[in-house]
């Protein structure tokens, strides 16, 4: 398979791997899984998902990794990491006739967060689905992550799992209990190893490489290689070949989607973003916060104005967030607005656009959320809207990316130049036509209310009051009828069809109680 503008580099010493390594030849044009020696029933589980020809990460990591060898592999999201290591180390502990599977953890892959821990673990199954562990039962893959009960996922190491995708946390403390046993394994994988050292789980993932064995296959795969990530190969890998599937003079954002910068006003982002929701072409979609409060305040709002849309952030248990994920991914919801921690291991590939609704801490993070969108050969659109309190953020990113876009031009949701840019076609409002008929079709908020007070309710014989101590009483409630209160600061309820011409009580000016008066309070 040729890719022409791919460079790969390939470096056997770590140390070298930091500068620019020569350039390694192109794979040959036909080559397919089969052809570099992957298993029948992975091939075929492949091309079931019309998968048949690798991407550059994969064709490079592929005949390495089949032999045994420690590597590192270095790119971009979206270029095809899951498959590079998950498909040779199925191969592997498949095809090892030394040592049988007996269903004890035989491959590890550790992840950075609960998302990406269900996306390769459904990979890997997806894969895995024709090969069998002893003959008789099939390959089991299990998921190991935070947010979800201990008891089902201890089952199912119980029950044998030859294969275990995990968070960091999670992981250790199932090893920690003695539920999880990493004394057997022969492949370990570290996957999107940066993203880990961003998340502070540097100090978990050390403890658990010192539960493995040292005679184990490592691969450690990472879009950038920072000095923390370098230090933690030399510790655990032994003489790691380093693929670079790229080009060292290719920009770090994704050279397939196109960016926009506008500079925006707070009050009219979510208008600008409904109109750009409305774009030709556009499909799935990303937007971004920097904050839990305003991604939940953005999705509804978006709903509101009849767009599909789930959100995916800290303040949403894990089942929300999977249900968020899995109606994005299948198409029922087309928007969805997440916080950055939150969108970690968010692997789709047909997103069209991604949408900056507040601009990220730092350029490395910019990468990831663009990175999203023009990935496997596609073509993607980011928009990013600049706050004016943004703007000295925005140009420091802006400069570490050489973006070339210091000044974004001032930009409203009417402003032509947005139109025409986006495609964004003429006459387009912030709200869906299916939004505003519903709108339309109910009265307006004070008369529906006004309405209601005045419609006829049914008579119910049922009568309530709450007393200060707070029992009840049976009786009546004196001194209030039907959209009436009682007397200043009682709690008191009465049933449609009071008698309305019941004299009410009259208030009792507080004073000093006499003594028999307190007397008979206390004795009641």
């Known amino acids: 398979m040729t890719h022409p503008d791919t460079h790969v580099d390939v470096d056997s010493d770590l140390e070298s791997a930091t500068e620019a390594p020569a350039e390694a030849p192109e794979a040959p044009e036909t080559l397919t899984f089969a052809e570099l020696g992957v298993r029948d029933e992975i091939v075929r589980a492949l091309a079931e998902e019309g998968i048949e020809r690798p991407f550059a990460i994969q064709e490079l990591t592929l005949p390495l990794a089949l032999a045994g060898d420690d590597l590192i592999g270095q790119a971009r999201t979206g270029m095809g990491k899951t498959y590079a290591f998950g498909v040779p180390l199925l191969n592997s502990i498949t095809t090892d006739t030394t040592r049988p599977l007996t269903g004890a953890p035989r491959a ?3 992840v950075p967060t609960r998302e990406l821990c269900l996306q390769v ?8 689905k024709y090969l069998s562990a002893d003959g008789t039962r099939p390959l089991s893959v299990v998921s190991i992550y935070g947010g979800r009960p201990y008891e089902p996922q201890i089952e199912s190491l119980r029950a044998g799992a030859d294969v275990v ?7 250790l403390d199932l090893a920690q209990q003695g539920h999880l046993q990493l004394g057997g394994l022969s492949v370990l994988v570290l996957d999107e190893a940066d993203e880990m050292l961003d998340l502070g789980f540097l100090p978990d993932i050390e403890r658990i490489l010192r539960l493995t064995p040292d005679s184990r296959q490592a691969m450690l795969f990472s879009a950038t290689m920072p000095d923390p990530i370098i230090t933690l190969a030399r510790t655990f890998m032994n003489q790691p070949t380093h693929i670079r599937a790229e080009s060292p003079q290719s920009s770090q954002t994704h050279d397939s989607t196109e960016q926009f910068v506008y500079r925006a006003h707070a009050l009219d982002k979510v208008e600008m973003v409904a109109r750009i929701l409305q774009a030709e072409g556009r499909g ?5 916060t920097r904050t839990k409060r305003t991604a939940q305040k953005v999705a509804d709002e978006l709903a509101e104005r009849g767009f599909r849309v789930g959100a995916v952030h800290g303040d949403l248990g894990q089942i929300a967030r999977e249900k968020a994920l899995k109606g994005f991914r299948g198409g029922d919801v087309d928007v969805l607005v997440a916080t950055d921690v939150a969108a970690r291991g968010i692997d789709i590939d047909n997103i069209t656009h991604v949408i900056n609704y507040q601009i990220p801490d730092d350029e490395q993070a910019y990468v990831h959320r663009i990175g999203r969108t023009g990935r496997a050969g596609k073509t993607g659109i980011a928009v ?3 706050d004016w309190d943004e703007l000295p953020r925005w140009t420091m990113i802006d400069k570490a990316l050489g973006l070339d876009s210091p000044d974004p031009a001032e930009t409203y949701s009417s402003s032509p130049h947005l139109h025409e840019e986006l ?3 003429a006459g387009t409002t912030g709200t869906l036509r ?7 079709s109910r009265p307006p908020r004070a008369e529906r ?3 209601s007070a005045t419609a006829e309710k049914p008579r119910r014989n049922r009568q309530r009051r709450r007393t200060r101590g707070g029992q009840s009483d049976a009786g009546p409630a004196a001194g209030a009828t039907a959209g009436e209160s009682g007397p200043e600061g009682s709690d008191t309820v009465t049933a449609d069809g009071d008698d309305a011409t019941r004299a009410p009580r009259r208030r009792r000016r507080r004073g000093p109680r006499k003594a028999g008066a307190e007397s008979a309070v206390n004795a009641g």
Not at 165 to 170: L, M, N
Request: net charge neutral; glycine share 12%.
């Open 121 to 128: 673990f459904g990979d890997l199954a997806g894969a895995a």
């Open 284 to 288: 799935a979609t990303m937007i971004f």
């Open 423 to 425: 495609g964004i076609p």
């Open 449 to 451: 209310q006004s309405d």
């Open 165 to 171: 995708v995990g968070t960091p946390g999670r992981l």
């Open 384 to 386: 990013t809207l600049v």
């Open 434 to 440: 299916s939004a505003e008929k519903r709108t339309s």
């Open 108 to 110: 590890l892959i550790v």
